[in-house]
C-alpha cells in the first residue's frame, strides 16, 4: 500500500528515498506527491480498510 505522501513518482517515504530511478521521470530525489494523488491514495486505503 502507498503511504498518501510518498514519492510522487514511485510512492516511496520521503526518509526511504534517496535517489532513484523512474522511467518517467529519470533520476530523482523524493517529490512531493500532488494534492489529487494524495486525496486518491487516502481513498484507496480507506477503501482497503472498509470493504
Given at each position: 500500500?502507498?503511504?498518501?505522501t510518498g514519492c510522487r513518482?514511485?510512492?516511496?517515504?520521503?526518509?526511504?528515498?534517496?535517489?532513484?530511478?523512474?522511467?518517467?521521470?529519470?533520476?530523482?530525489?523524493?517529490?512531493?506527491?500532488?494534492?489529487?494523488?494524495?486525496?486518491?491514495?487516502?481513498?484507496?486505503?480507506?477503501?482497503?480498510?472498509?470493504?
Open positions: 500500500m502507498t503511504n498518501p513518482w514511485c510512492g516511496i517515504d520521503q526518509r526511504d528515498h534517496m535517489q532513484r530511478w523512474h522511467s518517467t521521470a529519470g533520476w530523482r530525489q523524493w517529490t512531493q506527491p500532488t494534492p489529487q494523488q494524495t486525496k486518491t491514495r487516502m481513498q484507496q486505503r480507506a477503501a482497503r480498510r472498509n470493504p
